[in-house]
Structures are given as structure tokens and as C-alpha cells.
């Protein structure tokens, strides 16, 4: 698989030529300064955003260091009670305003996520976790700037077709339907997390496996309508679904989460994804 073996973290900006100011108080005879931005490193390295985009073929997006005004955002209780904190602070910090912060790719959105909460807090990241082997329960602290990105690997051509534009072509091993997949954005992954959010309210099943299936195909055998898209993932053989979940996490560029861990009372040592709690935004709460 093809990793960026560069780690997490972000570029300040050096560039002789002093930036517009970001923040000040309207008033040029009063007191103004500029909030220092960074450069992030996209995952996806701008390779599949659609042209006309603003991130088209751009591989790094300029983000404003937290400030007193994002956690205002970040504890905001109606914010929060609404499940738009996080939106709204990438709308912040985000320097250009010509991008939605919903409509970009997942791995993207988690780039900018981690950047931003590095910049407001720090590398070292405190939480509570569980031991895997004896269940004991400790605080454990990682370095985010630890963390690497993934380009996403290079799909053979029996696995799955990169078609330029943000989408992919696969056959499927058992039915031999041809599928078109896209990656998904911040706002499909929070549109699905809503959905199961509902179900499990009403209590019904959440069918996280076949939602996800149905919001990530385009086309089946060229038909691009959702009767026909429901109607594969609702029949399609297991073998098949394990392929186009496969192909897909293979395809999509994000930050490889996983980390060292050694438990403070058995010793116990493996790799774990760092666990994104209410620590990550609210380290002090």
C-alpha cells in the first residue's frame, strides 16, 4: 500500500510576502495583529475532487491557528446539542471560503481535524483507554504528530479502476456486475452517522454494512438509479460486498490511526487506533 511516510503535522507559513490579516478589529488606528495560519497536508493530495473545485489538484489547504474564538464553537451548547461544533469550527479556521468543509473527502476533513486540534492544544494527547488483553482502565498519551497519512494503495486492475474524476470501476468476483463507487465526503459520513442515529432511536436495525454500500455506489451495469443500487446491495453474495468494502478502503486516502500502546498493568503491548473521544477538542473538560 502506498503511505506517506511523512508524519502528521503542518507547515507554517514562511513566505517573505506578509499574509492578508485574518483577524482584527476593523479599526486601522487600533490595535490588529494577524493570526499565524498552517499548511496541511491533504491525504488525498487533491487527486479526487472534481474539476472546478477548489482543491482540484491541490495537495495542501491553509488553515488560522485556533483561537479564543473557536472554543467558543467548540462549547457552545447549542452547537454541540445540535452535532455542528466541528462543522463550524472548520468553517473558521479554514482560510478559504470557497470551500465547504462538508464536501471535503473524509481523510481530508480528519487531516484538518487533527492539524487544527494541534494547533490549539499540542501534539501530546491525553485519554482514557481500555486494555484490550486485561480491561484495566488508564490514562495513556499519544503524540498526533506521530500519526501518517495514506495516500491511499495502488488498485490492480482486477481490483478496481481509478477513473479520474473521484470515482472507481470494479467488477464484482461473483455476480460480475460492474459497480462505479465513489469516496465519501465529511457530510456522507455525517448524513450516515444520522441515519443510524434515527434508526437505533426508532428502534430499528441500523444496517450500517448496506447503508454504507448504498451511499457509496454511483452506477450498476451503467444504471444509475437508487431502485437499482438498492437492489444490488440488498441481493448482492457476502463475497461480493467483502470486495467493494475492500476496494473502497484501499482507494480512500486517510490518516492511519494506529499507534503504539502499552498497558500500564499487564504489560500488554499491540498497535491501537487513537481513540477520538470528547478528549481530542475538550482535553480540559
Known amino acids: 500500500m502506498a503511505r506517506n511516510k511523512e508524519r502528521m503535522g503542518t507547515h507554517s507559513n514562511t513566505d517573505s510576502t506578509p499574509p492578508a490579516p485574518l483577524m482584527q478589529d476593523g479599526n486601522s488606528d487600533g490595535f ?36 479564543a474564538k473557536e472554543e467558543d464553537l467548540l462549547t457552545s451548547r447549542s452547537l454541540l446539542k445540535k452535532g455542528i461544533a466541528l462543522d463550524r469550527l472548520l468553517q473558521s479556521v479554514i482560510v478559504n471560503k470557497t470551500i465547504n468543509p462538508s464536501q471535503l473527502l473524509v481523510g481530508d476533513r480528519n487531516a484538518v481535524l487533527v492539524a487544527t486540534r494541534i494547533s490549539g492544544y499540542g501534539n501530546d494527547y491525553v485519554t482514557k483507554i481500555g486494555c484490550p488483553a486485561c480491561g484495566a482502565n488508564q490514562e495513556y498519551s499519544f503524540d498526533l504528530n506521530e500519526i501518517e497519512t495514506y495516500a491511499g494503495a495502488g488498485l490492480s486492475a482486477d481490483e478496481a479502476t481509478d477513473n479520474g474524476d473521484g470515482t472507481f470501476t470494479t467488477i464484482l468476483p ?96 499491540q498497535e491501537l487506533e487513537v481513540p477520538l473521544t470528547a478528549d481530542f477538542f475538550w482535553p480540559d473538560r
Open 32 to 67: 490588529s495583529f494577524v493570526v499565524p495560519t498552517d499548511f496541511v497536508e491533504l491525504p488525498s493530495g487533491g487527486k479526487f475532487y472534481p474539476e472546478g473545485h477548489p482543491l482540484h489538484g491541490v495537495s495542501t489547504i491553509e488553515i488560522k491557528q485556533m483561537t
Open 174 to 269: 461473483q455476480t460480475k456486475v460492474e459497480v462505479v463507487y465513489r469516496l465519501l465526503t465529511g457530510g456522507d459520513e455525517k448524513s450516515l452517522m444520522n441515519q443510524m442515529e434515527t434508526a437505533r432511536k426508532n428502534r430499528r436495525d441500523e444496517n450500517a454494512v448496506t447503508r454504507q454500500l448504498k451511499l457509496i455506489i454511483n452506477a450498476v451495469n451503467g444504471d444509475e438509479t437508487q431502485k437499482s443500487i438498492n437492489y444490488l446491495v440488498e441481493n448482492m453474495p457476502s463475497q461480493d460486498a467483502r470486495h467493494l468494502r475492500l476496494v473502497f478502503k484501499m482507494a480512500a486516502p486517510n490518516l492511519d490511526m494506529n499507534q503504539h500502546f502499552e498497558c500500564n498493568e499487564c504489560d500488554h503491548a
